[in-house]
């Protein structure tokens, strides 16, 4: 099991960052990706398209399916799905990657951004778990990743960003229930979180909070969950996973690799204490 060679990864929020990482990753090995993302049309402060990144993926030597989509709305994650087993015959591995963001205080968290929040992370995660476990069931080593924290019931990590936490929460809650519901049908259900701040478009847009000589590349979650997608789905499951813990345990040493700048002091995620 140590390759994802076609292996049918749905992948939500995979144009940029992260989720582009992640797939870019799985396709050096030569896995079928489908991208699950809203974007189709450059964006001014972002980078990346399902169709730029469907050509990333295929020049790193996958198969990329783009299927634009907004997680919100569970016909369009039906018919992503839909168009996924069409296409490659079933899906084998679900990453819930796609997230919003907002570290704002109760009064400085407009309803709209709550609801966006909750609507993406933790409803998006259920609902694209939801549709893609009739087929993960029939799959031979079936996984979930969830880019979601550790639970930690702690005041201090509320109280700066109640709304963020509860949203961030919610997909944790998923890997927790969903990792004992089908441990006997052999579904790994786990989840995945960086160690430090990874510089991404949603840090940039962060501001000043954060530098990138404070942080580490995507490439580090993605090899991490490499490392986790081609373990025994029956002997992995209910995991919080932390990025250099799993690859410190695949016998990756040198991590100066994956910090954008080596010589930077990195800040640690939220989440971790």
């Known amino acids: 099991m140590g390759s994802l060679q076609g292996k049918t ?3 939500t929020g995979a144009t940029r960052g992260i989720g582009l990482a992640i797939a870019l990753r799985a396709a050096q090995d030569g896995a079928n990706i489908v991208i699950v993302a809203k974007t189709t ?7 990346g398209t399902i169709y730029t990144a469907a050509a990333e993926i295929e020049e790193a030597g996958g198969k990329a399916l783009p299927v634009q989509t907004d997680i919100r709305d569970e016909a369009q994650i039906a018919a992503a799905v839909g168009q996924a087993v069409d296409q490659f015959g079933g899906i084998d591995i679900l990453v819930n990657n796609a997230s919003a963001i907002s570290l704002t205080g109760t009064l400085e968290t407009p309803m709209k951004r709550y609801d966006l929040m909750n609507q993406v992370n ?3 995660t259920f609902a694209s778990s939801q549709a893609c476990l009739p087929h993960l069931l029939k799959a031979e080593n079936p996984h979930i990743l969830t880019l979601s ?4 019931m702690k005041p201090h990590w509320f109280k700066k960003h109640t709304a963020y936490t509860m949203a961030k929460y919610g997909m944790s809650m998923c890997v927790l229930g969903m990792a004992e519901e089908f441990r006997k049908q052999g579904v790994a259900v786990n989840a995945l979180w960086p160690r430090t701040v990874i510089y991404t478009a949603a840090v940039v847009m962060l501001g000043d909070t954060v530098k990138p000589e404070n942080c580490r590349k995507p490439a580090i979650v993605a090899d991490a969950a490499h490392a986790i997608l081609i373990r025994n789905s029956r002997e992995c499951t209910g995991n919080f996973f932390i990025d250099d813990e799993v690859l410190t345990e695949a016998g990756v040493t040198n991590f100066a690799q ?5 010589k930077g002091k990195l800040y640690q995620d939220l989440f971790l204490d």
């Open 258 to 262: 994956y910090a954008v700048n080596p």
């Open 9 to 11: 990864i749905f992948i």
């Open 41 to 47: 049309e450059p964006h001014p402060k972002l980078s």
């Open 122 to 124: 933790a409803r998006g």
């Open 149 to 152: 924290p550790p639970l930690a």
